[in-house]
């Protein structure tokens, strides 16, 4: 379509694109809430987490053995068993001089002891223990407060939660973390052509893939988005459910008639609900996104080719939604050495699919696939990262490392 320029930016280099989205997403930070430990990983922690407890609370034993005074100890030595500690309640024993108690891995030490010997290093016999060797003092010993102090920082506000990271914070004893809520995410696929699977195509109709594309995509980020019925290119239709989705969603992910076809209605219907932030992006593919914004949601209007989906959510889509939930670290990337040469033409940051393989020397390989038209499906799904090629750059040798972005 042909649209008067309303004073957004088009035809950005993708850098000053990544910069607005960015910007967008900070001033829109979605606000805290608590959620359980258990199903924090991917959340992004809204406060600092200080440590109210120490780790661990209590020194306890690091192995299944005997409980002893170091000095007691030594080869031929014997000693006196006097009671069992086993991982739980601490039984209040106390030793004196030649004296052990029988203890397992994770109990509390009683008093006046200051090493641990393992039972598989000593023998009992009558009720007493006799060594082969001397044990030092603090050996086997896991004293408190080794790993963690009270008051430690533990986690920064912004970070995206590991599962260690949860078990930590369930470790110190926190049951639930401040977390940025998680964005709504409405998708729209849209075009007169597409069928959802498992409808039998008629004449000239494609099925709905990128639907399946986005969805899966957006549930990998740990979201749980909501996909609306296809839009037909229909300017009022599209109006409609567009405007309404605005009011609901936090973010509104469409893909197809962004570009400048006949029926490439929706930078125009952006511009009337809304406001466009910009429009078209020095990338191929995907260089007819849009990121806009109509109510209260984030639009970013993906072109319908499958790997310009890709290319486009990968980049923009996943920095705006960990962006709006202020991790604005953008999404991992990684490195990999091609397999073989590669050239491109043009000045654009190009995206290229590749399957990734181990390498001989510690780095990961990445194979360019052959088929590079973006429509090409099966060669998106018969790779597992898209090969980012610079703007400046023209040609690479066999074994350069480019970046990657692995889905
Ligand atoms: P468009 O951006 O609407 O011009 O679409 C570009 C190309 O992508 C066309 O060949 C469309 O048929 C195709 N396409 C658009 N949306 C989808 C979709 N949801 N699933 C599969 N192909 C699509
Ligand atoms: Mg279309």
Known sequence: MTMANSGFPTRLAFAQAQAIVREVASAQRLPPEQRAVTRTAG?????????PLALPPFANSAMDGFALRADDSGSGASLQLVGEQFAGLDAGLAIGPGQCVRITTGAPIPAGVDAVVMKEDVRVVDGRLHLAAAVAAGKHVRPAGEDVA?????????TRLSPAQA???????????????????????????????????????????NGSLLLNLLLAEGLDPVAWPILPDDPARMRALLRDAGEAFDVVLTCGGVSAGEKDHLPGIVAELGAIHFWKVMMRPGMPVLFGRIGQAQVLGLPGNPVAVLASFLTFGRQLLRGLQGDDRGAPTAHARLTQALAKS????????????PGDDGVLRVRPHPATGSHRLRGAADSDALIVLPEQAHAWAAGDVLQVLPY
């Open 346 to 357: 043009h000045d654009r940051r190009e995206f290229l699919r590749g399957q990734l393989l």
């Open 150 to 158: 009270v008051g430690d920082l533990l986690m920064r506000a912004g």
């Open 167 to 209: 078990s930590l914070a369930a470790a110190v004893g926190l049951a639930e973390l401040p977390v940025s809520r998680r964005p709504t995410v409405a998708v729209f696929t849209s075009g007169d052509e597409l069928r959802p699977p498992g409808q039998t195509l008629r004449a000239g109709e494609i099925h709905d893939s």
């Open 43 to 51: 959340s992004v922690l809204a406060q600092d987490v200080i440590a």
